[in-house]
């Protein structure tokens, strides 16, 4: 069975720019979640989409937006970027409620 | 809100020495708990979690963590270090009521010294 899979893996945007990242979860997993990863802040929560609902969100600005689709297929948008965006951005999977989650190989973003 | 705090950035050992890394939560019930493990460019695996039951929790690799409600901590452990050991490690809890808002830990390092 495939893994998740996040497109792209690598990024270069400038300040004042949007973009939007991709994850194809596992076949069967309805539940998609989405991280943050920078050295100086480590791993922080975005938010969480269950069968096309965002369920959980985490403390970050409303420049950072996901949806889902019918497919369980997600996205996350930020728009104008800021130097402070750039980061790994990761999307986990699972079944949904209490199982485990399994996490993609990240899209890295560059904002200059 | 929740936190979880894990001890040392960086810890080295040996190759066939006793992998010890801590974790410490602060929650107001007992949480979800989890450790993952990142090598380098790559996404994060899950080592083992313990959600209810044995607070003794076995996991892949050889790793396993005990949960310690009355110390709030969850500390992994490996008997014998591996070369192939040395990553980033994180320690993570979420509620029973978000159980995928996921908090993580800072991650420490594990260097193994052949």
């Known amino acids: 069975k495939a893994g998740v899979t996040q497109t792209p893996r690598y990024l270069i945007k400038t300040r004042g720019q949007q973009v939007t990242l991709s994850c194809s979860p596992i076949?069967?997993?309805?539940?998609v979640s989405w991280y943050q990863q920078t050295p100086g802040q480590g791993l922080q929560f975005l938010f969480e989409?269950?069968?096309?609902?965002?369920?959980n969100k985490g403390n970050f600005p409303g420049r950072f937006s996901g949806r889902q689709f019918s497919n369980s297929r997600s996205e996350m948008n930020v728009s104008t970027l800021e130097l402070g965006d750039s980061a790994l951005y990761l999307c986990?999977?699972?079944?949904?409620?209490?199982?485990?989650?399994?996490f993609g190989p990240g899209t890295r973003l560059l904002v200059l | 809100a929740q936190s979880v705090t894990q001890l040392g950035s960086h810890v080295s050992v040996s190759e066939g020495a006793l992998v010890l890394l801590r974790c410490n939560y602060s929650s107001s019930v007992p949480p979800y708990l989890f450790w993952y493990v990142q090598y380098p460019n790559q996404g994060l695996q899950l080592l083992l979690k313990?959600?209810?039951?044995?607070?003794l929790v076995k996991g892949i690799n050889g790793f396993e963590a005990e949960f310690k409600k009355s110390e709030t901590s969850f500390h992994l452990t490996k008997p014998s270090a591996h070369m192939s050991d040395a990553a980033e490690y994180f320690c993570?809890?979420?509620?029973?009521?978000?159980?995928?808002?996921?908090?993580f830990g800072p991650g420490t390092s594990l260097s193994v010294i052949p």
């Open positions: 313990y959600t209810t039951g044995a607070t």
């Open positions: 989409y269950f069968s096309e609902t965002q369920r």
């Open positions: 076949s069967g997993h309805r539940s």
């Open positions: 993570a809890v979420s509620d029973k009521t978000s159980y995928d808002k996921v908090i």
């Open positions: 986990a999977s699972s079944l949904g409620y209490g199982e485990t989650q399994y």
